[in-house]
């Protein structure tokens, strides 16, 4: 016993159970996510329970659990139809059942508004479409029939979204001139009066053939009666997607499961955020962490080599990097207070009156947008970038610097040359880590710039292109919104599994791209301090 204490043991099997808690841990969170994301988009089938009080209900089982204090058990059920109900979700007692039984032919209708509608089709109105198929081949036929209505139809949004952008950069060259002091019978205002006027004029139009296009798509529509025979009248335009749950091959529900998966990534939210797709999040999220990169590695880079190659060991130089190594643990909230104080109310509004006086007090730069928010990210990661480059090119052998000078190289080609390529793997490193950590962080862009619904992304096909000032969505906030903010918490929770999952895979995609780099570039510069 006193040799395997002195032996020192005990430590190695504290540290080796330290280890193993913290492996099985994060095992078990991603487990978690894995297990209740994954599982959110398969077509589940649909239970009806036949009540003792003469009504049935029909719904998705969602889970079953005894009474506390009595000998019984109660369900949880997702039964749709908000329109109807009020409410997406129902427990019932199990001794209140009469039967239970899933029928066949009962529809599942994901739609735009109002969530899924759970019950019976009954009829389809659909012009064109031959009466004398099925009804469910009907309805399949009358959604291929308006595909090329709902196509024509985006495209007079997107010539409405042109024309209403168009007017706005007139209205504010208007404004600049209005604010330069010319007259309104000035030849350059009377020619964008003129230019507004003709692009009303288009607006109109289109306003009007998007009004036909609409009323054309309310020609098709379909009837459904709930199963307790209430009937409901259902646009097609307004379906998404539509199934007989109980009716389905394992192979026609994982058809079912990828067209979801699609619509998660390209798709656009609806339902508050707790339905469709995450396009615009994933988006915000990969752009916002590519923006922070852009400043956050460059400067972290200078800092460490000016602190490791050129900045002699003084009080000041060891003032600083204590003060690097102690920014590293402050409270990410404190970043987004500083971002507020200093870039948005500070540098944003002082960009705003040096260049966009004439749209004041509509700020321009002076509020939350993607920009102040990378730079608010790029503060919080630049310690971590600083450490680790400053460790990397510590680790190099004195003698390789002494080596190259002794050759004549000077100070600077040794470190280009030499020096960074070796370090280059601890670099990326620090890279990585700071990536990591700004993927997660969630309060300083609640007040820098994030935003619940982004009505247009920061980069996009108008001129020019790579708007930095526009607010922006993201996923971290996404999962705070939809998880604690959502009036309908049930119908939030699976989105919240598989929002975190799909951060989770960002963090590790863009991660392991980094590592792939740093394992190239480690490759290639092999030491023996490596």
């Not at 719904?59 to 109900?85: A, F, H, T, W």
């Not at 923006?291 to 000041?316: D, K, Q, R, T």
Request: no cysteine; hydrophobic share 45%.
């Amino acid at each position: 016993m006193k040799q395997f204490i002195t032996r020192g043991e005990p430590q190695v099997w504290l540290t080796a159970a330290a280890l193993t808690s913290t492996l099985l841990m994060a095992f078990i969170l991603v487990l978690v996510v894995i297990a209740n994301g994954l599982g959110t988009f398969w077509p589940a089938r649909l239970t009806a329970f036949d009540l003792s009080n003469g009504q049935s209900v029909l719904g998705e089982v969602l889970k079953e659990e005894p009474l506390p204090g009595e000998d019984s058990r109660r369900i949880q059920l997702k039964v749709g139809n908000r329109d109807l109900y009020g409410m997406d979700f129902r427990w019932i007692r199990e001794d209140g059942v009469v039967k239970r039984h899933q029928p066949k032919h009962v529809a599942t209708i994901e739609r735009q508004e109002y969530g899924n509608f759970y019950g019976i089709l009954t009829e389809v109105v659909a012009p064109g479409v031959d009466t004398s198929m099925a009804l469910w081949q009907q309805l399949e036929a009358g959604r291929e029939a308006i595909v090329p209505l709902q196509d024509t139809l985006d495209e007079i949004d997107g010539h409405i979204n042109d024309i209403n952008y168009e007017i706005q950069k007139l209205n504010n060259r208007d404004l600049l001139y209005a604010y330069e002091g010319v007259e309104k019978q000035d030849p350059k205002r009377v020619d964008i009066a003129a230019q507004v006027s003709e692009l009303k004029g288009s607006f109109g139009h289109w306003m009007t053939e998007q009004g036909k296009q609409k009323q054309k798509l309310r020609d098709y529509y379909a009837n459904f009666t709930d199963i307790n025979g209430r009937p409901v009248h259902i646009a097609l335009a307004e379906i998404v997607r539509n199934f007989q749950p109980n009716d389905l091959t394992t192979l026609q529900r994982a058809g079912i499961y990828f067209d979801k998966l699609i619509e998660l990534f390209v798709g656009e939210p609806r339902e508050s955020n707790t339905e469709g797709g995450l396009f615009p999040a994933i988006y915000g999220t990969v752009l916002l962490i590519f923006v922070m990169s852009l400043f956050s590695f460059p400067l972290g880079v200078i800092a460490a080599i000016y602190l490791s190659e050129y900045a002699g060991e003084g009080l000041m130089v060891r003032m600083v990097r204590i003060a690097v190594n102690n920014l590293a643990g402050i409270p990410s909230i404190v970043y987004g207070i500083f971002g507020l104080g200093f870039f948005i109310y500070g540098i944003g509004s002082g960009i705003d009156q040096l260049f966009f006086p004439e749209r004041l007090p509509t700020p321009t730069f002076g509020t939350g947008g993607l920009l102040w928010a990378s730079l608010t990210l790029a503060l919080l990661t630049v310690p971590v970038v600083i450490v680790t480059t400053e460790e990397a090119l510590g680790a190099i052998p004195g003698g390789i610097r002494e080596g190259s000078l002794a050759l004549g190289s000077t100070r600077f080609q040794t470190l280009t040359r030499i020096l960074l390529p070796m370090a280059s793997p601890g670099i990326m490193t620090g890279l990585i880590l700071s990536m990591a950590r700004a993927a997660g962080e969630v309060a300083p862009l609640m007040i820098t710039g994030v935003v619940k619904l982004a009505p247009s992304l920061p980069l996009d096909g108008q001129f020019p292109y790579f708007h930095l000032e526009r607010k922006f969505m993201h996923l971290g906030f996404h999962i705070y919104d939809i998880g604690f903010q959502s009036p309908n918490v049930e119908a939030a929770r699976p989105m919240v599994f598989v929002t975190t999952l799909l951060l989770v895979l960002i963090v590790i995609v863009m991660s392991g791209v980094a590592i792939r780099l740093r394992n190239h570039m480690k490759k290639k510069y092999t030491f023996g301090t490596f």
